[in-house]
């Protein structure tokens, strides 16, 4: 039975709520006073109503109903990355203590037989990260698991590369890098569960760039291996991870992530592939653009508001990044694996299926960024397509504009980071931070920070 909790209240209608606004403001124009744009891109109302709501909306379902009864509404695996010099007992540890999958850097001559001595990957999703071949790291991965005497059907998680990682990061031809991805697709067809490559967008939001135009660029480069892999829609849409970068835009990212997903049907739609939003499997990390190296503690607030946005807008697994995670210290990474434990045990996140379902707000700007993706992506396409516009330049030279705006925006303290131009640590907390200087090849698109030019300005002048 439903109960109206406010039923002692008359409804305003949204007319009445602008009405209202005008007279606090003393008769200016609401619009122009109060309207702001998201991410520089999307118009924001001064403030929305049940009118504003699209004419559909349902709750999304982010995964399957499990089989196994009891479980919550909610689920989502919470991933630690294994860096150099991590022990067995080490890995071991993290898995007996909130880890819940592994992020695996592989180059495919590594013994996994030592390393993951006990690890049992049919019970754990595991993402591999290629260091070199990505044929070879997968290759070797296999060859372990198979080992292990897991059940080809169980094994789950994919691969953390994606065909235009060959050119950001080596310089070599689209074209090559699809060969690369039609064998991948090869080797995964005994292992259903497991993607053969990801459509990873936070290239595009680590670097700097827009967090719009970093779901184009990725659906941009799913059409072109659409259309130029020669592999079978069906097959790819089965095989194709989605991984995303979430910042500190809060309610921003939640509509984000979930248009994401929500696009990827359309577009398998298109292809004649029928797809429902719960078969899409959404890898989502916490931002290293957002944060900054001067003041630690800053960023262990926007790492948990970013994994609270990351499980509301629907991420099936979910990656906490402490800030340069190969140098940080054991107790950093221990807070962010526990970021996961703690949205689940003591705010109760997995209890609601979907608690951003009905948000006059989030539902309304879902609804632009599922208008803003299609009008984009048909620019693309009027200047080649995704691999002219990588090989134009076109992907760099956006990504590039949006950082250097934002980093002197940051700079000029026109945009606030606290810890960074408010409120910074003081000096002697900022002594011995490990500055790497930033440095990027034309055909290179480098994670850096918002905060990095003000950073270079504070380490070496103290």
Known sequence: MTRNLFQEFEPSSKSEWMAQATRDIKGKDVQAVLSSKLWDSLHQAPFYAFEDLPSEISQSRFHSFPDLPGLPPRIWNNLVSVIPGDSNPEILKFLENGAEGLVLPLYGAENLEEVLHGVLPHYIPMLIKPLGNPVQALARFFEWADATGANPDQ?????????????????????????????????????????????????????????LDALVFGLGELMEILDKSGRQPEELFQKVLLEASVGEVHFGEIARLKAFRKAIVSLAGLYQVPMKEEEVVLSVQTSQWSKSILDVNTNLIRQTYEAMAGVLGGANLLWVKPLQEESAMDLDRRIARNVSTILREESYLDKVQDPAAGSFYLESITAEILDFIPAQLSVLEKKGGFENALNQGHVHASVRANREKIQNQVFENQLVKIGANQYPAPPKLQKNLDLELFEEKMHELKPTRATYLIELQTLTQS
């Open 155 to 211: 094994l789950s998680g994919g691969m953390l590369w994606t065909p235009s990682d060959l050119y950001f990061d080596r310089n070599e031809s689209f074209g090559l890098a699809l060969e690369i991805l039609n064998e991948l697709v090869e080797m995964t067809e005994p292992y259903p569960n497991f993607k053969a490559f990801a459509i990873q967008t936070s290239r595009y939001t680590e670097s700097g760039g827009n967090p």
